[in-house]
T-cell receptor, first 111, second 114 residues
Framework: EPEVTQTPSHQVTQMGQEVILRCVPISNHLYFYWYRQILGQKVEFLVSFYNNEISEKSEIFDDQFSVERPDGSNFTLKIRSTKLEDSAMYFC?????????FGPGTRLLVL | AQSVTQLGSHVSVSEGALVLLRCNYSSSVPPYLFWYVQYPNQGLQLLLKYTTGATLVKGINGFEAEFKKSETSFHLTKPSAHMSDAAEYFCSNAGGTSYGKLTFGQGTILTVHP
């Protein structure tokens, strides 16, 4: 069964460093998403992406964040200068059959 | 604007007992409602969804949910809990379109006692 994959599963970084979180969506899906879940809080929407451009973004998704689909399979989330409050689980999702399918997540810890 | 409220951050049941996890939504457009389950150290797995049509929807692992527009609710039930049902459950709403962003409730941790 096709699934969304994410790498790395865990990432530890120093405050101010850039991180790139990678996702491989399900191959025939056209809509892609990033969400995050800070420990103990709700899952929050960050951004959606369709046809090689952002279709919607939340207030959280400021200039420090960017997304890219560099090739036909990968979908990346870049955080340019990480802050302590960026520590969270980041989930990628892709949409097919009226359903968003989630990857296993990347746990990001900013020190 | 949309919101999703899950009543009860923790629910504890005995094995074999009824499971009832509550979800209420508010939405200015017809909702697209989903229940996801998250097992420890894993991602979000779809349990079931309501988009249009039949208001009682059945999902995996014996779970079902009923969309009640008059009550703005989408409660999740399972007649008989199993130890393997212990997990965190999230209700969410895509609000009007299947490809829209999901708005999540705060989650309910289900504990199943032997």
């Amino acid at each position: 069964e096709p699934e969304v994959t994410q790498t790395p599963s865990h990432q530890v970084t120093q405050m101010g460093q850039e991180v790139i979180l990678r996702c491989v969506p399900i191959s025939n899906h056209l809509y892609f998403y990033w969400y995050r879940q800070i420990l103990g809080q709700k899952v929050e929407f960050l951004v959606s992406f369709y046809n090689n451009e952002i279709s919607e973004k939340s207030e959280i998704f400021d200039d420090q964040f960017s997304v890219e689909r560099p090739d036909g399979s990968n979908f990346t989330l870049k955080i340019r200068s990480t802050k302590l409050e960026d520590s969270a689980m980041y989930f990628c999702a892709s949409m097919g059959e009226e359903t968003q399918y989630f990857g296993p997540g990347t746990r990001l810890l900013v020190l | 604007a949309q919101s999703v409220t899950q009543l009860g951050s923790h629910v504890s049941v005995s094995e074999g007992a009824l499971v009832l996890l509550r979800c209420n939504y508010s939405s200015s457009v017809p909702p697209y409602l989903f229940w996801y389950v998250q097992y420890p150290n894993q991602g979000l797995q779809l349990l079931l969804k309501y988009t249009t049509g039949a208001t009682l929807v059945k999902g995996i692992n014996g779970f079902e949910a009923e969309f009640k527009k008059s009550e703005t609710s989408f409660h999740l039930t399972k007649p008989s809990a199993h130890m393997s049902d212990a997990a965190e459950y999230f209700c969410s709403n895509a609000g009007g379109t299947s490809y829209g962003k999901l708005t999540f409730g705060q989650g309910t941790i289900l504990t199943v006692h032997p």
